[in-house]
């Protein structure tokens, strides 16, 4: 079990802005793809944005391109996702999920491990 801790969800007007963060407490982080992945009732899980161990190539799916931004500080076992011009479709339980390998990160079966996840609710 590798933990993971999500900070930052909360309740947000259409427009706005979150940052979502992430903490794992495992020494090897740095060797691990990250990303986020969403579920919102009714809908399959699926991954919002991924980033490859050292951060310099990232995934969004398409819904959230221009408007996501994944990042990752290795040095504070951290990974980001800044969310901005959030839409109702957005609201979601959004989870850090750590990768089964470094470069692998566009689909949920690429992640070995997820964290509880945290609400993101979109309000008119």
């Known amino acids: 079990q590798v933990p993971l801790v999500e900070s930052g969800g909360g309740l947000v007007q259409a427009g706005g802005s979150l940052r979502l963060s992430c903490v794992a407490s495992?020494?090897?982080?740095?060797?691990?793809?990250m990303g986020w992945l969403r579920q919102a009732p009714g809908k399959e899980r699926e991954v919002v944005a991924g980033v490859n161990w050292s951060g310099d190539s990232t995934y969004y799916t398409d819904s959230v391109k221009g408007r996501f931004t994944i990042s990752r500080d290795n040095a504070k076992n951290t990974v980001y996702l800044q969310m901005n011009s959030l839409k109702l479709e957005d609201t979601a339980v959004y989870s850090c999920a750590r990768g089964r390998g470094p470069r692998s990160y566009t689909s949920p079966s690429a992640y070995g491990y997820w964290g509880q996840g945290t609400q993101v609710t979109v309000s008119s």
């Open positions: 495992e020494r090897a982080f740095s060797n691990y793809a």
